[in-house]
T-cell receptor, first 109, second 113 residues
Framework: GQQVMQIPQYQHVQEGEDFTTYCNSS?????IQWYKQRPGGHPVFLIQ?????EVKKQKRLTFQFGEAKKNSSLHITATQTTDVGTYFC?????????FGGGTRVLVKP | DGGITQSPKYLFRKEGQNVTLSCEQN?????MYWYRQDPGQGLRLIYY???????QKGDIAEGYSVSREKKESFPLTVTSAQKNPTAFYLC????????????FGPGTRLTVT
């Protein structure tokens, strides 16, 4: 079945530094979505990428969808303490949405 | 959230008891989903429903049951057949089959001892 893997599982970042988290699918995707879950909270939709090679930005967050539509990345610049949480990608293939295991981001002030 | 209610936030049950988790939405969304989240893991789909009186099994449906008698409500029953029921349960909705974004409720943390 479809599998979506995220790396790294944990990301310790110094405040002000940049980092990237990666998402890889075993199958070609129709689209990919990114969600953020704050500690103790529930996932909140961030963005959706549909086109091959698509790049979208939200302030300090840059999302990219791979050319083959099987991978995606989230890059955060100048990390802030408000970026703490777990970032999930979710890939849509057919009518099935599969979530990755998430990257848990911890920020050191 | 913003229209999805899950209650209670914390639920404690003894092993061998069935328990029903509620999910109510006032977003007028067609599709509703139940996910299970375990520590350090992603979201795994239990059941989903795209229209009233219809629902489909997800990846980990064994030991769970659902109903969709009303558009607004999609309760999940965790039965005694579920081997490891302690988890964080999240309900989500989607506006229509052809839309993508899912909206999540605040979740219910179930502990079975």
């Amino acid at each position: 079945g479809q599998q979506v893997m995220q790396i790294p599982q944990y990301q310790h970042v110094q405040e002000g530094e940049d980092f990237t988290t990666y998402c890889n699918s075993s199958t070609t995707l129709s689209n990919i979505q990114w969600y953020k879950q704050r500690p103790g909270g529930h996932p909140v939709f961030l963005i959706q990428l549909v086109k091959s090679g698509e790049v979208k930005k939200q302030k300090r967050l840059t999302f990219q969808f791979g050319e083959a539509k099987k991978n995606s990345s989230l890059h955060i610049t100048a990390t802030q303490t408000t970026d703490v949480g777990t970032y999930f990608c979710a890939g849509l293939a057919g009518n099935k949405l599969t979530f990755g295991g998430g990257t848990r981001v911890l920020v050191k002030p | 959230d913003g229209g999805i209610t899950q209650s209670p936030k914390y639920l404690f049950r003894k092993e061998g008891q069935n328990v029903t988790l509620s999910c109510e939405q006032n977003l007028n969304h067609d599709a509703m989903y139940w996910y299970r989240q375990d520590p350090g893991q992603g979201l795994r789909l239990i059941y989903y429903s795209q229209i009233v009186n219809d629902f489909q099994k997800g990846d980990i449906a064994e030991g769970y049951s659902v109903s969709r008698e009303k558009k607004e409500s999609f309760p999940l029953t965790v039965t005694s057949a579920q081997k490891n029921p302690t988890a964080f349960y999240l309900c989500a909705t989607k506006q229509a089959v052809q839309t993508y974004e899912q909206y999540f409720g605040p979740g219910t943390r179930l502990t079975v001892t």
